[in-house]
């Protein structure tokens, strides 16, 4: 258990729809990372964030869009989901700002598009 | 643009025996990882390397990093079925501070190991 917890486990929806994952970090990890896997496009990065504040950015679709809260959980929306958007989307924390930081991966959420 | 190549993608390993995994990538980086992922699970980081040079071992797991040929391995001593698992490796570019964090993955290696 990496300490990382991500909700829900598993989503299904239809396309055209919006859906919200959400990310816990570890305890005192100030950076999210957003990663989506799928197997044609093997995992991406899609966007950090570091206390608060958008740090990089990645393949990330427009459609898509992320923020981070005080409390330093991170929330990923998909919005017109395709039925290409369907993925495993991992969250990962680091402790800072990313240089030479291991990320540690959460559970991650299924995401099935239909 | 970074690109990161594993290979192979497929060893199917005996137990006992050992292998290697390469990890070869594009551009300059001295920051790389290596992660396994077991199936429908998430990843589990098992090594940062963070200089030419260096070399880290856990149980039956050594890797290696190579800077100036851009090449990592992952070598695998006396398999055994639980080593069976995907394995990543992951680059972080480090010419500019904006690549900081933004791992580049390969592919990875799935290892199936067998009596």
């Known amino acids: 258990d990496s300490g990382v917890t991500q909700t829900p486990k598993h989503l299904i929806t239809a396309t055209g729809q919006r859906v919200t994952l959400r990310c816990s970090p570890r305890?005192?990890?100030?950076?999210v990372y957003w990663y989506q896997q799928s197997l044609d496009q093997g995992l991406q990065f899609l966007i950090q964030?570091?206390?608060?504040?958008?740090?990089a950015k990645g393949n990330i679709l427009e459609r898509f869009s992320a923020q981070q809260f005080p409390d330093l959980h991170s929330e990923l929306n998909l919005s017109s989901l395709e039925l290409g958007d369907s993925a495993l989307y991992f969250c990962?924390?680091?402790?800072?700002?990313?240089?030479?930081?291991?990320?540690?991966f959460g559970p991650g959420t299924r995401l099935t598009v239909l | 643009e970074l690109k990161v190549e594993q290979n192979p993608l497929f060893l199917s390993m005996q137990e006992g025996k050992n292998y290697t995994i390469y990890c070869n990538y594009s551009?300059?980086?001295?920051?790389l990882y290596w992660y396994r992922q077991d199936p429908g699970k998430s990843l589990e980081s098992l090594f940062v390397?963070?200089?030419?040079?260096a070399v880290k071992q856990e149980g039956r797991l050594m890797a290696s990093l190579d800077t100036k040929a851009r090449l990592s391995t992952l070598h695998i001593t006396a398999a055994v079925h639980d080593l069976s698992a995907t394995y990543f490796c992951?680059?972080?570019?480090?010419?500019?501070?904006?690549?900081?964090?933004?791992?580049?993955f390969g592919a990875g290696t799935q290892v199936v190991v067998t009596p």
């Open positions: 990962a924390s680091s402790a800072t700002s990313g240089y030479t930081d291991t990320q540690y």
């Open positions: 305890s005192g990890d100030l950076s």
């Open positions: 964030y570091y206390n608060g504040e958008e740090r």
């Open positions: 551009t300059t980086s001295d920051r």
């Open positions: 390397l963070l200089s030419n040079g």
């Open positions: 992951a680059v972080e570019p480090s010419m500019t501070t904006d690549s900081w964090g933004k791992l580049q």
